[in-house]
């Protein structure tokens, strides 16, 4: 019996080990940048006088466009149905442009750097392999440097350069762009930060604006860039860095309350022209506490795309730019965003920081686009992230903290806190060390501890790594990222936290009210009275991989949903907040609840979230 007995246990374990790796799997998904497949370093020099590319027009950006289709025409006398074509800013693509102390040159024509995009030649005509003749169409956005096309055959594992096209060029390649507003670190405070080419030693930068319709008055930017050398690891320090061009940011201070302004990007040149953006409007944030209307859009792990159908792999396209799409054509009922992290899965590939900016542009040029660290911007083996792997391609925090302004005390620390009218946030950076007694625990306990629940109910956490309400990790409640889950959810409970929010995994799920990994409510779609639990809700739909849930049906999972999605909470008054899922395939809501409380809800004494009393008279 006793041997039996052993036997059963070790099949049960063989059995759970293989349940974890599937839902491993299902839960990260593929996460490959698509660039990392080209093995560029074993390109081969094999010109061909018979293979010509030509890609028109020559001169794009002519009317102020940051953006313009180029069709790019192909003839290969001997053409194979894995011929592909690639996209090089720089356009001069060869060993000359190789940093001095780089691998031995061993071949021809000795390509340093990735593409920032490829497609493959059949791509819109299945003929290709039998004519050899075809045209492909590429939007190229404005990235401060020339480009050239190149086709190679060899597929993307073995790459044969058989013919070089002429150059293209933006006619202002230094050009302002890609403006991204964020909430400073005062209610009354919009920063923007752009991408341009100018450095500080040729033009100033600032931004004019003002209250639409009255005088416009101007205020200074500041200058940042990196370096190869600030990077951690390949491949951004090797085939995947490109120059990043200057990140300015500007803070608007004072601003009014719940006012519309205007603002466009400027940089005066040192022979006293200015070069200028286009115009952009936003509407100032509320006074914090203030009873009105307030729309907050949530969801992770978006990543970027192309609309001309390049760098397709594992199906990208679909999700990140429909829950961009959704998300523009939603903007007038959009009040501020929050991308929890895994924002571009660049990866390593710095090029693809600009495309996700451009992607973006019209919700983040318009409403405050806040962001949180995950796991593809920080984690990079030896430099203190607190998962010891190399998912952000060796950019270790750089480009998230540099690309984008978060009001946090030190960005390399990606933890902070912002309030939005009746709503304050408490953004933590799971990718560091979170646990109780650590530097940032003792941050979000002030965040959460500081919030004034008369004026602003309505307390929400945010983070990227989902702290164990997830089933897709499939055990029960306890399992999932167990560092400092324990601390935290002690904290939601003695400050009680209406909602946490996770990304990471690539679905959404929301949980009941739980502390403990009990239900303390039983209700499903309306809460009302004592905040005694937090409603977890993962958000990590927004374009990347889709997750599958395990086989554990688990008491506290209330919806699920494998799909491309994102969240909104509408704040309608003190007292009253609505949450809905929607699916960015078609903007329908899909999941919803509300709250509706009292203030005296939220003071109520609940388990573990007393404050003391005495009987004293």
Not at 508 to 523: A, F, K, L
Request: charged content about 20%.
């Amino acid at each position: 019996m006793e041997g039996f007995f052993f036997v059963s246990l070790k099949v049960a374990l063989i059995l759970l080990l293989v349940l974890h790796c599937v839902a491993a799997h299902g839960r990260h998904g593929v996460g490959e940048q698509p660039l990392s497949k080209i093995a560029i370093h074993r390109a081969l020099f094999a010109l061909h006088d018979n293979a010509s590319i030509k890609a028109e027009p020559a001169l794009l950006g002519t009317k102020g466009e940051d953006s313009q289709w180029v069709t790019v025409e192909l003839v290969c006398p001997d053409p194979s149905g894995d011929d592909w074509v690639a996209v090089f800013s720089p356009a001069k693509f060869n060993s000359s442009t190789c940093p001095p102390g780089d691998e031995p040159r061993q071949q021809a024509p000795y390509i340093c750097s990735a593409p920032i995009k490829y497609m493959f030649a059949n791509e819109s005509n299945s003929g290709y392999s039998k004519t050899g003749k075809t045209s492909l169409k590429f939007q190229l956005i404005n990235q401060r440097a020339d480009f050239s096309f190149a086709l190679f055959s060899g597929g993307l594992s073995n790459p044969k350069l058989l013919a070089v096209s002429n150059i293209i060029n933006f006619a202002n390649p230094k050009a302002p762009l890609y403006p991204r507003l964020s909430q400073g670190k005062s209610w009354n405070e919009m920063t923007v930060t752009w991408t341009s080419g100018y450095n500080v030693i040729e033009a100033v930068p600032f931004v004019e604006w003002g209250l639409k319709g009255e005088s416009q008055t101007q205020s200074p930017a500041g200058t940042l860039t990196f370096k190869r050398n600030s990077m951690c690891g390949p491949p951004a320090r090797t085939v995947g860095w490109r120059d990043p061009g200057f990140i300015h940011t500007s803070f608007l201070k004072e601003l009014w309350p719940n006012s519309l302004y205007t603002y466009k990007l400027g940089h005066r040149l040192f022979n006293g022209t200015y070069i200028w953006s286009k115009s952009y409007n936003f509407k100032s944030s509320p006074y914090p506490g203030q009873d009105s209307l307030q729309r907050v859009v949530i969801f992770g792990d978006m990543g970027k795309a192309e609309r001309d159908g390049s760098n397709e792999y594992s199906n990208y396209q679909p999700g990140s730019l429909n829950t961009t799409d959704q998300l523009i054509k939603d903007l007038d009922n959009i009040d501020i965003v929050f991308h929890i992290g895994d924002i571009t899965y660049a990866n390593g590939y710095i090029s693809q920081w600009d495309q996700f900016t451009s992607q973006v542009e019209p919700i983040a040029s318009t409403v405050p686009y806040m962001i949180a660290s995950g796991n593809h911007e920080r984690d990079a083996p030896g430099t203190g992230s607190f998962y010891d792997s190399n998912d952000s391609g060796g950019e270790c925090g750089v480009l998230a903290e540099t690309m984008f302004y978060v009001p946090a005390e030190n960005r390399a620390k990606f933890w902070y806190s912002t309030d939005y009218g009746m709503f304050r946030f408490c953004v933590a950076d799971s990718e560091h060390d979170w646990r109780e007694g650590s530097e940032q625990y003792k941050s979000i306990e002030n965040c959460l501890a500081t919030a004034d629940r008369q004026k602003q109910p309505w307390l929400i956490f945010i983070a990227h790594r989902v702290l164990g309400y997830s089933s897709t990790y499939w055990e029960d409640g306890s399992f999932g990222e167990p560092m400092g889950r324990e601390s935290l959810q002690k904290l939601w409970q003695k400050y009680k936290v209406d909602m946490a929010f996770f990304g990471h995994v690539h679905n959404y799920e929301r949980t009941c009210p739980i502390y403990q990994n009990q239900c303390v409510n039983t209700e499903r779609s309306h809460y009302s009275g004592t905040v005694n639990g937090t409603i977890n809700v993962i958000v990590g739909g927004g374009g990347s991989h889709l997750s599958d849930f395990g086989p554990v049906q688990t008491s506290w999972s209330l919806y699920k949903d494998s799909d491309f999605g994102f969240v909104k909470l509408t704040a309608f008054d003190h007292s009253s907040l609505l949450l809905e899922y929607k699916k960015s395939s078609d903007g329908k809501v899909y999941d919803s609840f509300t709250i509706s409380r009292d203030y005296r809800d939220v003071l109520a004494c609940v388990h573990d979230g007393c404050e003391p009393v005495t009987l004293a008279s």
